[in-house]
């Protein structure tokens, strides 16, 4: 707060009034508004839990109704934390989950259906949860050119422009599945194959853009909105990962790698994929990415068994044993994604005994985290072939000590974690200083880099791992590698006896 005071008493000493942007994300669990100064210092904040609905087995949505109220709240909770006016909010940049999709009545902005999201597996049956009655209802209004389909970010730009504005930017088109990165615009096949109207998609514009403002009836003034980018992108961008060869490990709800590519896309066989990771300019930076769906989820999950009652417990637990007993958990509540690529995995605790205990299953849990970083990691090194420079880490996950370091020790590398893990606001602030050049400190990409003040330096444990030299066979952590390879192994059907290939290390 003594950020806030220093800019009111030179705005009161005679200069004009000082200017502060929102940074504001919508994540997949929870959503939340800071207010940054122009030396990036968090003045006021406030996040609300995003409720996702659970309709039937594999259907996740989100009630639009309920989202735009909490959006709305946020933003004025978080000015009202900070004691400044909305008059002094220069400009808004929102970052939001990616892939979770709405169609929408053009003329009135009703919505035809929730929020469908990128957690759903109704994709898995050809969409057939989707009745009749919607489809007509939804394809009478494409006939009319009344339609309208969008991410988060496009429906929230709509709603808060009261319809004036429909647009998206480069990272989220590019997350969407009809966005070709590689010619940068919709894709004329993949949209025909899917029999999907390119008039109802939106006109896709830089990430760090004038997208209109917000009117003026929803906060009393006129806020601008400057910049609409997809979270993990956000989140580079937060983390200063500006320079081909940048790494960041996102551990939130699911876990998410990114590699920057520079201005070469890549993509793989078995689980990476190219993004745009935010077009400013004649500037275009590419991602290389791959992900696993249940991280922040499993451990959500294992806190409403009561395995805990705080999430902050697990480290302490985990730390209270030499290792786990052989018992291993598979991490798979939607599927497993790269390398295996089996959205019908199953998840499950495997090597379980008559003296297992919680602690036992929390380590477990917390192992089978790190060791799919490890797999990512890993794909990463044998399919992207750019040296690596830096790892970064985010996420709530990433607070936890004991899966830092295990991953640290598991791929063998540093990974800087920053002071302030919020970096998906972080962005998306960021990217809207630069479009509005507030204070000077925008006004360079380069010099953002410096304003990255990690918190933890964690290195590989040297007793377990030294450097440049193979893990030695018989360590724990190496047993439990294999174990957890196993168990993978055993979801595909593999029962008994273990595959060769698992045999000859074991």
Known sequence: MSGVRAVQEQSTAGASPAGFVLGLDVGSSVIRCHVYDHATRICGSSAQKLESLYPQAGRVEIDPDVLWLQFVTV????????GIEMNQVVGLGISTQRATFITWNKKTGNHFHNFISWQDLRAVELVKSWNNSLTMKVQKAVEEDNCCFGTI???LLHKLTKGS???????NASTTGLFDPFKMRWSRLLTSLLSIPLSILPPVRDTSHNFGSADEEIFGVPIPIVALVADQQSAMFGECCFHTGDVKLTMGTGTFLDINTGNDLQHTVRGFYPLI?????QEVVCLAESNAGDTGTIIRWAQELDLFTD??????????????EGVCFVPSFSGLQA???DPCACASFMGLKPSTNKYHLVRAILESIAFRNKQLYELMQKEIHIPVTKVRADGGVCRNNFVMQMTSDLINANIER????DVSCLGAASLAGLAVGMCGFYKSVSYLASCFLPMVFLFPNHRIIESGKPWCPL?????????????????????????TSLQSEL
């Open 75 to 82: 933003i004025k909770e978080s000015v009202k934390a900070a």
């Open 153 to 155: 970010d496009t429906w």
């Open 165 to 171: 504005e429909f647009a998206t930017d480069f990272s």
């Open 277 to 281: 990771g935010w077009k400013i300019g």
């Open 311 to 324: 999430a902050a417990e697990t480290e302490k637990m985990a730390k209270s044993l030499e290792d786990s």
């Open 339 to 341: 390398p295996l690529n």
């Open 418 to 421: 920053p002071v302030n893990i």
């Open 475 to 499: 360590s724990s952590i190496h047993i439990c590698t294999l174990l957890t390879k196993y168990s993978f192994y055993l979801l595909y059907g593999w029962i008994s006896p273990p595959p």
